[in-house]
């Protein structure tokens, strides 16, 4: 399994931003798909995460200001992120936990400036 993500960028605070993450593999099950987050020095976050029938988990930092969907037919996940904010800068990954293992994609760096 592997997993691309994609659609970071820079951003002015109070913007949006849509990331995607893309997995490629045969992947059958139960299974889920979180994106987290790191800046430099800290442990990496969780940011939301997704089970394959829809429920999702937020942190308490973007809840009401994010929105997490995937399309399984697709093995894609995607995180919409609105009123971003500075202390939203950081490398987004995203992961795929499935029969007891856990995939990471690459990162994609989200920079919230003006």
């Known amino acids: 399994v592997q997993l691309q993500a994609s659609g970071g960028g820079l951003v002015q605070p109070g913007g949006s931003l849509r990331l995607s993450c893309a997995a490629s593999?045969?992947?059958?099950?139960?299974?889920?798909m979180g994106w987290y987050r790191q800046t430099p020095g800290k442990q990496r976050e969780l940011v939301a995460d997704?089970?394959?029938?829809?429920?999702?988990n937020y942190a308490d930092s973007v809840k009401g200001r994010s929105t997490i969907a995937r399309d399984n037919a697709k093995n894609t996940m995607y995180l919409q992120m609105s009123s971003l904010r500075p202390e939203d800068t950081a490398v987004y990954y995203c992961?795929?936990?499935?029969?007891?293992?856990?995939?990471w994609g690459q990162g994609t760096q989200v920079t919230v400036s003006s």
């Open positions: 593999g045969k992947i059958f099950g139960g299974n889920v």
């Open positions: 997704i089970l394959n029938n829809g429920a999702a």
């Open positions: 992961k795929l936990s499935y029969r007891g293992l856990d995939f």
